[in-house]
Protein backbone atom coordinates (compact mmCIF):
# COMPACT_ATOMS: atom_id res chain seq x y z
CA UNK A 1 0.00 0.00 0.00
CA UNK A 2 1.09 3.27 -0.73
CA UNK A 3 2.29 5.75 2.11
CA UNK A 4 1.67 8.83 3.73
CA UNK A 5 2.48 11.34 1.25
CA UNK A 6 3.91 15.18 1.68
CA UNK A 7 4.90 17.97 -0.13
CA UNK A 8 6.50 19.50 -1.11
CA UNK A 9 9.31 18.13 0.76
CA UNK A 10 10.87 21.06 0.75
CA UNK A 11 9.89 24.89 0.66
CA UNK A 12 12.04 28.30 1.36
CA UNK A 13 9.91 31.16 2.10
CA UNK A 14 10.40 34.57 2.66
CA UNK A 15 9.09 35.97 5.76
CA UNK A 16 5.36 37.39 5.20
CA UNK A 17 4.76 34.60 2.94
CA UNK A 18 2.33 32.56 2.68
CA UNK A 19 3.22 29.11 2.33
CA UNK A 20 0.74 25.75 2.16
CA UNK A 21 2.03 21.98 2.92
CA UNK A 22 -0.16 19.02 1.83
CA UNK A 23 -0.32 15.32 3.12
CA UNK A 24 -2.55 12.50 1.60
CA UNK A 25 -2.63 9.88 3.75
CA UNK A 26 -2.74 6.41 3.25
CA UNK A 27 -5.98 5.33 1.71
CA UNK A 28 -9.31 4.76 4.42
CA UNK A 29 -7.25 6.00 7.12
CA UNK A 30 -9.67 8.25 8.98
CA UNK A 31 -7.40 9.58 11.43
CA UNK A 32 -4.86 12.09 9.94
CA UNK A 33 -2.76 14.13 12.51
CA UNK A 34 0.27 16.91 12.71
CA UNK A 35 3.50 17.85 13.55
CA UNK A 36 6.01 19.54 13.30
CA UNK A 37 9.63 19.99 15.05
CA UNK A 38 11.35 23.04 15.12
CA UNK A 39 15.49 23.48 15.43
CA UNK A 40 16.71 22.06 18.35
CA UNK A 41 12.94 20.79 19.76
CA UNK A 42 11.03 18.26 19.81
CA UNK A 43 8.32 16.49 17.71
CA UNK A 44 5.33 18.55 18.97
CA UNK A 45 1.90 17.64 17.92
CA UNK A 46 -0.58 20.57 16.27
CA UNK A 47 -3.41 18.43 15.22
CA UNK A 48 -5.84 15.47 14.70
CA UNK A 49 -8.35 14.89 12.60
CA UNK A 50 -10.99 12.42 12.52
CA UNK A 51 -12.19 12.01 8.56
CA UNK A 52 -12.88 15.90 7.52
CA UNK A 53 -13.21 16.91 11.53
CA UNK A 54 -11.36 18.49 13.68
CA UNK A 55 -10.78 16.40 16.62
CA UNK A 56 -8.15 18.10 18.71
CA UNK A 57 -6.12 21.58 17.77
CA UNK A 58 -4.65 21.95 20.96
CA UNK A 59 -0.80 21.82 19.64
CA UNK A 60 -1.66 24.39 16.96
CA UNK A 61 0.66 27.61 17.93
CA UNK A 62 -1.33 30.59 16.85
CA UNK A 63 -3.79 31.60 14.62
CA UNK A 64 -1.60 31.63 11.54
CA UNK A 65 -1.97 28.50 10.98
CA UNK A 66 -4.95 27.14 9.14
CA UNK A 67 -5.37 23.15 9.07
CA UNK A 68 -8.04 21.50 6.39
CA UNK A 69 -8.93 18.11 5.50
CA UNK A 70 -11.50 18.35 2.48
CA UNK A 71 -13.84 15.62 2.16
CA UNK A 72 -11.73 13.45 4.44
CA UNK A 73 -9.40 12.68 2.32
CA UNK A 74 -6.01 14.87 2.04
CA UNK A 75 -5.42 17.72 4.31
CA UNK A 76 -3.68 21.02 3.93
CA UNK A 77 -1.38 22.88 6.51
CA UNK A 78 -1.78 26.76 5.43
CA UNK A 79 0.32 29.06 7.06
CA UNK A 80 -0.27 32.74 6.29
CA UNK A 81 1.73 34.87 7.07
CA UNK A 82 4.98 32.72 7.80
CA UNK A 83 7.56 33.85 10.22
CA UNK A 84 11.32 32.49 10.56
CA UNK A 85 9.98 31.23 14.29
CA UNK A 86 7.78 28.98 11.72
CA UNK A 87 11.55 27.13 10.31
CA UNK A 88 11.23 23.17 11.16
CA UNK A 89 9.81 19.73 9.29
CA UNK A 90 6.44 19.32 9.51
CA UNK A 91 5.39 15.69 9.85
CA UNK A 92 2.15 14.03 8.63
CA UNK A 93 0.57 10.99 9.79
CA UNK A 94 -2.29 8.83 9.44
CA UNK A 95 -3.94 5.85 11.25
CA UNK A 96 -7.01 3.73 11.22
CA UNK A 97 -7.81 3.10 14.90
CA UNK A 98 -5.26 4.35 18.11
CA UNK A 99 -2.58 1.77 16.88
CA UNK A 100 0.53 2.07 15.57
CA UNK A 101 0.88 5.66 13.09
CA UNK A 102 2.36 5.98 10.15
CA UNK A 103 4.52 9.02 9.24
CA UNK A 104 4.86 10.65 6.22
CA UNK A 105 8.78 11.61 4.98
CA UNK A 106 8.06 15.17 6.02
CA UNK A 107 8.13 19.09 4.40
CA UNK A 108 11.24 20.99 5.18
CA UNK A 109 10.03 24.57 6.17
CA UNK A 110 12.78 27.14 5.73
CA UNK A 111 11.53 30.83 6.29
CA UNK A 112 14.15 33.62 5.27
CA UNK B 1 0.02 10.68 29.32
CA UNK B 2 2.50 9.70 31.76
CA UNK B 3 6.42 10.80 31.40
CA UNK B 4 9.17 8.95 30.26
CA UNK B 5 13.01 8.60 30.82
CA UNK B 6 15.80 7.54 28.56
CA UNK B 7 19.18 7.36 27.84
CA UNK B 8 20.24 10.70 25.57
CA UNK B 9 22.42 8.19 24.14
CA UNK B 10 23.61 4.69 23.39
CA UNK B 11 26.37 2.81 21.01
CA UNK B 12 26.03 -0.90 20.23
CA UNK B 13 28.52 -2.84 17.91
CA UNK B 14 27.05 -4.26 14.43
CA UNK B 15 25.34 -7.62 14.92
CA UNK B 16 24.98 -7.51 18.87
CA UNK B 17 21.61 -7.46 20.71
CA UNK B 18 20.79 -3.82 21.30
CA UNK B 19 18.80 -2.61 24.51
CA UNK B 20 17.18 0.11 24.79
CA UNK B 21 16.21 1.23 28.61
CA UNK B 22 12.83 3.51 29.43
CA UNK B 23 11.56 4.46 32.87
CA UNK B 24 7.61 5.45 32.67
CA UNK B 25 7.10 5.19 36.64
CA UNK B 26 3.98 6.92 37.42
CA UNK B 27 1.97 4.99 34.13
CA UNK B 28 -1.72 4.56 34.85
CA UNK B 29 -2.94 0.60 34.41
CA UNK B 30 -4.67 1.66 31.13
CA UNK B 31 -1.58 2.96 29.20
CA UNK B 32 -0.11 1.56 26.53
CA UNK B 33 3.80 1.98 26.02
CA UNK B 34 4.76 2.46 22.37
CA UNK B 35 8.21 2.75 20.75
CA UNK B 36 9.48 4.97 17.60
CA UNK B 37 12.33 5.60 15.83
CA UNK B 38 13.26 8.50 13.47
CA UNK B 39 16.54 7.51 10.94
CA UNK B 40 18.29 10.82 10.14
CA UNK B 41 15.87 13.26 8.92
CA UNK B 42 12.94 10.82 7.94
CA UNK B 43 9.63 10.91 9.74
CA UNK B 44 8.92 8.85 12.45
CA UNK B 45 8.86 4.78 12.42
CA UNK B 46 6.64 2.61 14.26
CA UNK B 47 8.48 -0.16 15.99
CA UNK B 48 6.19 -1.70 18.61
CA UNK B 49 3.53 -1.02 21.45
CA UNK B 50 2.42 -3.46 24.07
CA UNK B 51 0.39 -3.10 27.55
CA UNK B 52 1.94 -5.52 30.40
CA UNK B 53 2.61 -8.54 28.32
CA UNK B 54 5.83 -8.86 26.47
CA UNK B 55 5.49 -8.51 22.75
CA UNK B 56 7.94 -9.55 19.55
CA UNK B 57 7.14 -8.77 16.05
CA UNK B 58 9.99 -8.47 12.80
CA UNK B 59 11.46 -5.71 14.01
CA UNK B 60 12.10 -5.75 17.78
CA UNK B 61 10.85 -7.39 21.03
CA UNK B 62 8.98 -4.86 23.86
CA UNK B 63 10.06 -6.56 27.42
CA UNK B 64 7.45 -4.60 30.13
CA UNK B 65 8.39 -5.20 33.89
CA UNK B 66 5.64 -6.80 35.88
CA UNK B 67 5.15 -3.56 37.70
CA UNK B 68 5.08 -1.98 34.42
CA UNK B 69 7.41 0.93 35.46
CA UNK B 70 9.86 0.21 33.12
CA UNK B 71 10.43 -1.38 30.35
CA UNK B 72 13.37 -2.62 26.98
CA UNK B 73 13.22 -2.74 23.40
CA UNK B 74 15.28 -5.28 22.29
CA UNK B 75 16.57 -5.26 18.76
CA UNK B 76 17.98 -8.62 18.65
CA UNK B 77 20.59 -8.11 15.82
CA UNK B 78 21.53 -4.42 15.22
CA UNK B 79 22.48 -3.39 11.66
CA UNK B 80 23.99 0.21 10.86
CA UNK B 81 20.80 1.05 9.31
CA UNK B 82 19.60 0.81 12.88
CA UNK B 83 21.72 3.87 14.06
CA UNK B 84 18.21 6.20 15.12
CA UNK B 85 16.79 8.47 17.73
CA UNK B 86 14.24 5.87 19.36
CA UNK B 87 11.30 7.38 21.05
CA UNK B 88 9.64 5.70 23.89
CA UNK B 89 5.92 6.87 24.32
CA UNK B 90 3.46 6.29 26.94
CA UNK B 91 -0.17 6.58 25.68
CA UNK B 92 -3.84 6.25 26.67
CA UNK B 93 -5.93 4.25 24.93
CA UNK B 94 -9.62 4.96 23.68
CA UNK B 95 -11.60 7.19 21.45
CA UNK B 96 -11.28 10.38 22.58
CA UNK B 97 -9.48 12.94 20.39
CA UNK B 98 -6.68 13.46 22.86
CA UNK B 99 -6.07 10.39 23.64
CA UNK B 100 -4.89 9.79 20.12
CA UNK B 101 -1.89 12.08 20.51
CA UNK B 102 1.63 11.34 20.99
CA UNK B 103 4.40 13.02 23.51
CA UNK B 104 7.17 13.26 22.18
CA UNK B 105 10.53 13.41 24.67
CA UNK B 106 14.06 13.43 24.01
CA UNK B 107 14.91 9.48 22.96
CA UNK B 108 17.27 7.60 22.64
CA UNK B 109 20.57 8.24 20.07
CA UNK B 110 21.36 4.49 19.47
CA UNK B 111 24.51 4.65 17.27
CA UNK B 112 25.56 1.49 15.67
CA UNK B 113 29.08 0.64 14.59
CA UNK B 114 30.66 -1.69 12.77
Known amino acids: EAGVTQFPSHSVIEKGQTVTLRCDPI?????LYWYRRVMGKEIKFLLH????????ESGMPNNRFLAERTGGTYSTLKVQPAELEDSGVYFC??????????FGSGTRLTVV | DAKTTQPPSMDCAEGRAANLPCNHS???????VYWYRQIHSQGPQYIIH???NNETNEMASLIITEDRKSSTLILPHATLRDTAVYYC???????????????FGKGTLLTVNP
Open chain 1, 93 to 102: ASSLTAGGYT
Open chain 1, 27 to 31: SGHDN
Open chain 1, 49 to 56: FVKESKQD
Open chain 2, 26 to 32: TISGNEY
Open chain 2, 50 to 52: GLK
Open chain 2, 89 to 103: IVRSPGTLGSNYKLT
